[in-house]
């Protein structure tokens, strides 16, 4: 059957906007833009449970400290909690000097004026003031002309203006939002802010902040960086303007079109932290600054310990990050798939041997994830997807075991099957119980009962060790003894006196582990049978010839 979602005209492309020499698809971002976190305003009206003063007072000392120069604090008009907070950020001196704090207003007198007494004692701010220019909001909100619409955003600055004192112009800048730009017609925006502008006016040492914002994200975002270009390039005194964007993630496409928003010259953004804001959320302004990073850009903001960061948003907002969030989630460090888990190992194995700030280009990560506090431990995990080589990475990393590369395919079938039984990912130390019930300790039909080696002197070298055991196979007790050039050696020779299968050593390897007193060795024997099967056994002890031995035992002990 053919899948059909036909829309039957009830939906249909937004904002074409004729921009036949666009610049911005040839443009590179080559440095950070101003950041402006609207958590504590649009991040914060959007949450179920909206954040109190102390809560709000913690998250602003967080974004200071990641480095943010320009902070929506609320909208002081709307209620007392921001109010209340507001006050409490000038008075408990939260904001350092070179902290711009922003207030969202709409221009009504009254609302002004105690959006203007909140901010008494505070060195500089930005007033935010909006009304909304769209079509549909024009009509069904609003039910005003263009022009009576356009005449609300100027008597909304003339409102302001009338509220500050000479002292406060040179405190206070203005940001004006066409909010619903997004849906606007572009002319008619570039008309408006035009108007706002001259009104209020501008100059190098005082720039005005046109915000255009995708209040509600409508159009790819190839579309909005036309929006960006058509408008820097159509209003007057660009460069007495700072053109910022504020993206919201309706179509999912927020950072993209953020991205190419900065292509198109905006040199403003508004976001939230891991994309918190109304319905999609707003802007994911950790993703737009590290991606800046993986590209080589200082972003100009402190990401280092992403972790914490991703913690206290929580603790903060009561919103959960996905685990495929990039850069935070949990999950976006690991492989699971085995060709992947390889590559990672493969490409983190060579780093080791170059020099710290080498181009990163281990497979599948993006950045190196300690650039953000993030730890290689939690990098390679195991399911039953995944191929022999994560597990023994894990064993190698995690416990020192080195597990010959041979013998990489029976710890594969072994964890690949736990896995699928389980049916859910396996921890590290699982993995290293299963390798030890499965090898060190494997139970089985042989075992030592008393082991007793003795260095012949003087002896040819294939005589050089004698070993006397008695060993239990398969519940039967028997006294063996054989001469060979090593216990280990003197000991498979010694075996063929059981009527256990006959067999020959066909690899060896060993290896310590531990430090000072706790060395021990570690020992790995791949046995050969008469009938071609092979099995491996592992051993540790502290005495290398008995790991060996041992080594010995476990790979008889596998033939069930
Ligand atoms: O999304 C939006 O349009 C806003 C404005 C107030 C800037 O949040
Ligand atoms: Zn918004």
């Known amino acids: 059957m053919n899948a059909s979602m036909n829309p039957n005209g009830k939906y249909a492309r937004v904002g074409d906007i004729e921009l036949p020499n666009r610049k911005w698809p040839s443009n590179k971002i080559t440095k950070a833009p101003v950041w402006c976190s609207v958590d504590l305003r649009d991040g914060n009206q959007a949450l179920v449970n909206p954040m109190g003063i102390d809560t709000k007072l913690a998250f602003f000392d967080l974004l200071v400290k990641l480095g943010f120069k320009e902070i929506e604090v609320g909208f002081p008009a709307s209620s007392d909690t921001e109010y209340e907070f507001i006050r409490r950020l000038i008075e408990e001196n939260h904001i350092p000097d070179d902290v711009t704090i922003q207030v969202l207003c709409q221009a009504r007198e009254a609302l002004v004026k105690k959006t203007m007494e909140s901010l008494k004692g505070c060195k500089q701010a930005i007033f935010h003031i909006y009304n909304s220019t769209s079509p549909a909001q024009r009509k069904y909100t609003f039910n005003k002309s263009k022009e009576e619409i356009k005449q609300i955003a100027v008597d909304g600055v003339k409102c302001i203006k009338s509220c500050l004192s000479d002292e406060d112009r040179k405190r206070i800048r203005l940001e004006y939002s066409p909010e619903s730009f997004s849906h606007t017609e572009i002319d008619y925006a570039v008309e408006v802010c035009e108007a706002v502008k001259n009104e209020w006016g501008c100059s190098a040492d005082n720039k005005i902040i046109m915000n255009l914002p995708t209040t509600v994200e409508c159009y790819?975002?190839?579309?909005?960086?036309?929006?960006?270009?058509?408008?820097?390039?159509?209003?007057?005194?660009?460069?007495?303007?700072?053109?910022?964007?504020?993206?919201?993630?309706?179509?999912?496409?927020?950072v993209a079109s953020c991205e190419l928003a900065l292509l198109a010259g905006a040199d403003r953004v508004e976001g939230c932290l891991f994309g918190n804001?109304?319905?999609?959320?707003?802007?994911?302004?950790?993703?737009?600054?590290?991606?800046?990073?993986?590209?080589?850009?200082?972003?100009?903001?402190?990401?280092?310990?992403?972790?914490?960061?991703?913690?206290?948003?929580?603790?903060?907002?009561?919103?959960?990050?996905?685990?495929?969030?990039?850069?935070?989630?949990?999950?976006?460090?690991?492989?699971?798939?085995?060709?992947?888990?390889?590559?990672?190992?493969?490409?983190?194995?060579?780093?080791?041997?170059?020099?710290?700030?080498?181009?990163w280009d281990v497979p599948y990560?993006?950045?190196?994830?300690?650039?953000?506090?993030?730890?290689?431990?939690?990098?390679?995990?195991?399911?039953?997807?995944?191929?022999?080589?994560?597990?023994?990475?894990?064993l190698e990393q995690e416990y020192g075991i080195c597990l010959p590369k041979a013998m990489h395919p029976a710890l594969g079938e072994l964890i690949k099957k736990a896995a699928d039984e389980s049916q859910r990912e396996l921890d590290k130390s699982e993995i290293y119980n299963l390798f030890v019930k499965h090898w060190l300790e494997a139970k089985g039909n042989l075992s030592i009962v008393d082991l007793a080696e003795t260095h012949l002197e003087g002896k040819e070298n294939s005589e050089s060790t004698s070993c006397r055991a008695v060993v239990e196979w398969k519940g039967k007790r028997y006294s063996i003894g054989k001469t060979g050039n090593g216990p280990l050696d003197a000991f498979a020779g010694a075996l063929s006196e059981i009527p256990a299968p006959k067999f020959s050593i066909t690899a060896f390897h060993e290896h310590s582990i531990g430090t000072g007193n706790d060395t021990s060795a570690v020992a790995y024997v791949q046995i050969t049978c008469e009938d071609g099967n092979q099995y491996w056994g592992a051993g540790k002890s502290t005495n290398v010839g008995r790991a060996g031995v041992d080594a010995v035992v476990s790979a008889l002990n596998q033939i069930k």
Do not use: W
């Not at 999609?280 to 990073?293: E, K, S």
């Not at 495929?324 to 780093?351: C, N, W």
């Not at 990560?365 to 597990?391: M, T």
């Open 365 to 394: 990560i993006l950045i190196d994830p300690h650039d953000i506090g993030r730890q290689y431990e939690g990098i390679i995990r195991i399911n039953s997807q995944s191929g022999k080589g994560g597990a023994a990475y894990i």
């Open 277 to 359: 804001g109304e319905r999609t959320g707003n802007l994911d302004i950790v993703n737009v600054a590290l991606n800046m990073y993986s590209q080589g850009i200082d972003p100009q903001l402190d990401f280092h310990d992403i972790q914490s960061v991703g913690e206290l948003y929580t603790k903060f907002t009561e919103m959960e990050i996905n685990p495929r969030t990039p850069y935070v989630g949990e999950l976006v460090f690991t492989a699971f798939s085995g060709s992947h888990q390889d590559a990672i190992r493969k490409g983190m194995a060579a780093r080791t041997k170059m020099p710290k700030n080498a181009l």
């Open 220 to 254: 790819t975002p190839n579309v909005y960086a036309d929006a960006i270009e058509y408008f820097a390039e159509h209003i007057s005194d660009r460069q007495n303007i700072i053109i910022s964007t504020h993206c919201h993630n309706d179509r999912g496409t927020g």
